[in-house]
């Protein structure tokens, strides 16, 4: 009887370590495909288009000297003491 019961265990923790195995190889197949899709889903039209939008200035930007010089005018340490 305890060999019978042993090798129900046995029978028991193979088939749950299968189960995991096969889990984990569905997960990272399922993260896998969910990465790949928008890869792969890029078409000449849509590189095409996302390139000319960014290199297009948009009403409102600011040029990098205005903020550096917005950054230096304002961001002083007696205003971030409330002094």
Known sequence: ML????E???VTRYTLR???LVSAAAVLTAVTAAI???VLAEVPFTREKSA???HAD?????????VIRTDERYNQ???ANGT
């Open 36 to 38: 790949a899709i928008p």
């Open 18 to 20: 299968k189960v995991a």
């Open 58 to 66: 948009r009403y409102g930007d600011l040029s990098l000297g205005a």
């Open 3 to 6: 060999t019978q019961s042993a």
């Open 52 to 54: 000319v939008a960014r």
């Open 77 to 79: 340490a007696e205003q």
């Open 8 to 10: 129900v265990r046995d």
